[in-house]
Structure formats: C-alpha cells, structure tokens
C-alpha cells in the first residue's frame, strides 16, 4: 500500500472524469410535472396521426410506442450507473481527506482488539461497513421522499434552484478551500458517540453514524455535489444510488482493513498531503458550480454568462489550481512545502495541460471532450471555427431563404444551420420543399445536448445532412420564455402551458412518450414518423447512417 500517496492525485482526475461520464449518460430528462404520458397504442387520432408507422415503408409493422418508451428506460438505467461510478469515485475520495483517513488505524484497531478471535473483528468490520452504506443510502431516499420525483425532475431547469445550487457549491468550495469548517452541532456527535459504546449491533450502527458525524466537514461538499447532480438528473432512484456508490468506497477499506490487519503498517502517514486533497477538490467544486449559473443564464435569456466568460474563469481557477499544486499559492492549513513531490509535479503537469488546453476556445475551438460542460457555441462572440465548418458544407439552398422565423430571436441554431423552432412553422416549410424533418427536443441545461452538438453534429457529413437534407426543427422544452396570451394552451392533463419549453415539453410527452433530451424524431412532409426516435448516440458514424435511413425511407415513400 505504499503506492496510495503516489496515485492519491489521480482519484481527482478520475472524479473529474466521472463527472464527464455523467454528463454524458445522464438522461437529461426535463419536468413535464403534471403531464400524463399517454398509451400511444391507445392515444386515439392524435397519437396515430403524429407517430405513424415506425419503419412501415420497410417492414409494414405498426408501432404500439414500446420502443419510444425503451428510449427513455434505457438512458435512465445509464445515467443511474453514471451516478453510482460518480459517488464511488467520489468516495475514494472522501477516503483520503483529512477527517477520515487518520480515522482508519483507530477504527481497524478497535475492532482488532476488542473482540476475541480474529473472524469476530472481520464480521463486526463488515458491519461496520453495512451500517455506512445503510445510513447513506437513507439520506440519498430521504431527499426523494422529501422533494418528490417531479420535484427532483423540475430542479433541473427551475432558476431559483439553479441558482441556490450554484451558491451552495460555491460555499462547499470556499469550506474545503479553508475559509471555515462545516460543521454538525456538537450534541449530535456526542449522543452518536454515547450510543456507540453499546453492545451488539447497535453499537457498531452508532459508531458508523459517528463517522458520518464527525468527518461532515470533509464528506459534506461532496455528498452535497453528488445529490445535487442527482436530482437534476431526474432519475428517481438517481440520489440513492449516487450515495451508495459512496457510501460503497467509503465502507470498503474499513472492512479490507480488518480483514487484513497488517497492511496498516504500509499505509502512508497523515500529513499536510491531506489537506491538500480538500483545497483541489475545493477547486474543482468551484469549476463545477458555473454549471448550473450557465443553466440559468440560457433559459432566461440572460446573456451575460457566455462561453468566453465560463471559459475564462475555467482556464483561472485552473491555472490557479496547478499553481497550488505547485505550493505557489498557500492557504490558511496548508503545511510547509520544503520541495516538490513527484506526484504534485505529475498532477500539476495535467493541470496545466488541461488549462491550455481550453485557451483556443476562447476563440471559438470546440473543446470536444468538456463541450457538454460548456454553455452552446452559439453564445460565442467572437468564433473562428464555426464559419470554417458551415462553409465546407453549405450548397446555397438554406432555409434562411424564407425569411425570419419564429421564435428566431431568442434561439439560435448550432453551427449555422438554418432551423426551425416551431413544430408548425418547421413542418410546413418541409411540406414547401418537399424534405424529411428532424426534431430535435433539445434543452438549455441539456448536457447531452450540447455533447451531440459539439462532438456528433461536427463531422461533416451528419452537417451535410443537417444542412441540406433535412429541415431541422429544434424545441427547447426548458426555456422559460411566455406564450402569448392566444398560444397559451392546456394540456390534456389539465395543465395550462405558459411557456415556449412548457408547450414543447408537453408535446414529447403527449405524441412521443419521452420526457429525456435530446430526443430525435425523423418524420415525413405530413408529420408521420420515418423510422423510431432514438436518443443521444455519441457515434458519428451511427449517427449518420440513422439520418440516412431515414432518407432511404422518406424518397422509398415519394416513390410509391
């Protein structure tokens, strides 16, 4: 074990990756409270007239909406793994901070020493463990039960929310870069404490709620982030599972530990390495809270926090984390830094990698790997890329040819494609042209969306299709801006619909079953689907060959 303190600098890596990944799987599911989702089989008129036959043209079969309901089960079932590998990294983590991992000798001796035989110590270890997971496991329940499943599905596109995340990040980030100590009232420890001392297996119980107690400081912020991450994933189950994934790593070297005794021995020393586990995790919550700022800033049309100002503050807070690393900057419990270890030498390499890395962006690179993180490309003023691409595709016969389209002020299409972002407005210029359409049900703090957009849309010839094959119509279902007082509607469920996001919202889930994005529909001049609706697919190369199939079976159809 002597290798921990050399790799300890890779869990934040990893950690940070993890956030990546979910960011990539999670469903991006948007509220739709109060919106029933019909029985596509039974939806009558409205339902057949919008969904048609999947893949009729091609094999005559009729869809009863199984495979649209698939979708979203499939991507929730992916982002609830994308949430557990999160707390589980998260964990590790947590591990390693300065609350719980001197803490670890203690425990593993109590356990050693108070019990007769060396089975005794390893089953009260492992009980040990389960009580860790248990305890998480409840609050990651309680925090559903406590704000409901359409609650935790709104909190990814509410502002208010948004915003009180953004801040409640921002001050786990200024707790573990030193500013004060999180804290629980003393009393609550001491009755943990009290408790503990009891035989059995309540008194293990008591002493893993101890450690919940005592190390909050260290583990608050990140068990703070990864339920914030999980409810604004909308997933149900996605805040337990997030502290199980935790709750897991935590619990796991506890009972390894009892389990084999003499591997103590070759765990490395506490230190002031400890604290700087909390300052660069510090760090990285501070980065990670712009997120949900930008979210903001797009559904309410702010147009304040743009890219060039989110990747601005990026690329500072991690010069400034590699500069730390580097002990050039000190803060209020750091130690004496008398040379530079191989590990922050590493680290602070990939730091400063990283940070360059994101300097051409402020003039207008993709940034592939982190664009789901990024606010669009289009809130970019000043963008040398997208011109160069649109140019390489463009054939002069655009939509823009029609002349302003609705909604055309407040949205704006990604890489210079001419899109729609009304459902009538788009299906009627497609019925005009004679060409297939492409819904994209898209959204501002779709993650999912943005990666599809920057990493998928990009090649060539899906832009090529995009541009000059299809019509695309993008509905933003989060955007908070009002109808007018003669497009305000009511759902079928009784719900009147005020905003933009509201009405397209209400209409994925009413004609298509689906409440996650992006969600992408191909359908004919009249409206009928060309072949099933599939969601995120971050394979060019399938994505392309879906957008071709749905060619196929659109000139299939003009021919017959």
């Known amino acids: 074990m002597k290798f921990l303190k050399l790799l300890w600098p890779l869990f934040f890596v990893a950690l940070f990756a993890a956030q990546a990944v979910y960011a990539q799987d999670s469903s991006g599911?948007?509220?739709?409270?109060?919106?029933?989702?019909?029985?596509?089989?039974?939806?009558?008129?409205?339902?057949?007239?919008?969904?048609g036959n999947v893949d009729s043209i091609a094999s005559g079969s009729a869809s009863n909406g199984a495979d649209i309901k698939d979708i979203s089960t499939k991507q929730e079932h992916r982002s609830l793994w994308a949430i557990f590998i999160a707390g589980f990294l998260g964990g590790l983590a947590a591990f390693i901070m300065p609350c719980i991992f001197p803490m670890l000798p203690l425990t593993v001796s109590y356990f050693t020493k108070s019990t007769g035989t060396r089975r005794q110590a390893v089953g009260k270890a492992l009980l040990y463990g389960a009580s860790i997971i248990v305890i998480y496991v409840v609050i990651g329940l309680l925090v559903t039960l406590i704000f409901g499943a359409s609650a935790l599905n709104d909190f990814s596109t509410n502002g208010v929310f948004n915003m009180l995340f953004f801040i409640l990040?921002?001050?786990?980030?200024?707790?573990f870069l030193g500013a004060f100590e999180l804290t629980l009232p003393s009393s609550w420890v001491n009755k943990m404490d009290e408790k503990s001392d009891s035989k059995g297996l309540t008194g293990i119980f008591f002493m893993a709620a101890t450690l919940a107690l005592v190390s909050f400081s260290c583990t608050g912020p990140?068990?703070?982030?990864?339920?914030?991450e999980a409810a604004t994933m909308g997933a149900l189950l996605g805040p337990a599972m997030g502290m199980f994934g935790f709750a897991l790593a935590l619990a796991i070297p506890f009972a390894l530990f009892a389990m084999f005794p003499s591997m103590m021995k070759s765990l490395p020393k506490s230190g002031g390495w400890l604290n700087s586990v909390k300052v660069v995790l510090g760090f990285l919550e501070l980065a990670l809270a712009l997120k949900f700022l930008s979210n903001v800033d797009l559904a309410y049309h702010w147009n304040w926090f743009d890219r060039e100002v989110f990747l601005s503050l990026w690329i500072v807070i991690f010069a400034m984390m590699g500069f730390y690393i580097?002990?050039?900057l000190k803060f209020p419990h750091d130690s004496e830094l008398k040379f530079i270890s191989i590990p922050r030498l590493f680290l602070s390499t990939i730091v400063f990698a990283f940070t360059v890395y994101m300097v051409p962006g402020l003039w207008g690179a993709p940034l592939k790997s982190i664009s789901a993180f990024l606010p669009p490309q289009t809130t970019q003023d000043f963008d040398l890329y997208t011109p160069t691409l649109t140019r390489s595709v463009a054939t002069g016969d655009q939509n823009g040819a029609i002349g302003p389209r609705k909604y055309s002020e407040i949205f704006?299409?990604?890489?210079?494609?001419?899109a729609f972002f009304d459902y009538e407005e788009g299906l009627a210029y497609a019925k005009k042209v004679n060409k297939p359409v492409l819904i994209d049900f898209t959204g501002h703090a779709c993650v999912n969306c943005r990666q599809m957009e920057n990493s998928v849309w990009t090649d060539r010839n899906v832009l090529d299709r995009l541009t000059n094959k299809y019509v695309l119509i993008q509905l933003y279902v989060d955007d908070k801006t009002s109808l007018p007082e003669n497009e305000q509607t009511v759902s079928s469920a009784g719900k009147k619909l005020k905003t933009i996001g509201a009405k397209w919202s209400n209409l994925q889930a009413e004609k298509y079953n689906s409440n996650s994005q992006p969600f992408y529909v191909l359908l004919d001049t009249e409206g009928s689907l060309l072949t099933k609706p599939i969601g995120a697919d971050y394979n060019p190369e399938s994505y392309l060959s879906y957008l071709d199939r749905g060619l196929e079976l659109f000139n299939r159809k003009q021919t017959n």
Do not use: C
């Not at 990040?169 to 707790?175: C, I, Q, R």
């Not at 990140?222 to 914030?228: E, F, T």
């Not at 704006?412 to 001419?418: E, R, T």
């Open 412 to 418: 704006h299409s990604p890489l210079g494609i001419d």
């Open 326 to 328: 580097l002990g050039k």
């Open 169 to 175: 990040l921002v001050v786990f980030a200024a707790s």
């Open 222 to 228: 990140i068990v703070g982030y990864l339920l914030v």
């Open 29 to 51: 599911a948007i509220a739709v409270e109060d919106i029933e989702f019909t029985d596509i089989e039974n939806a009558g008129v409205a339902a057949s007239d919008s969904l």
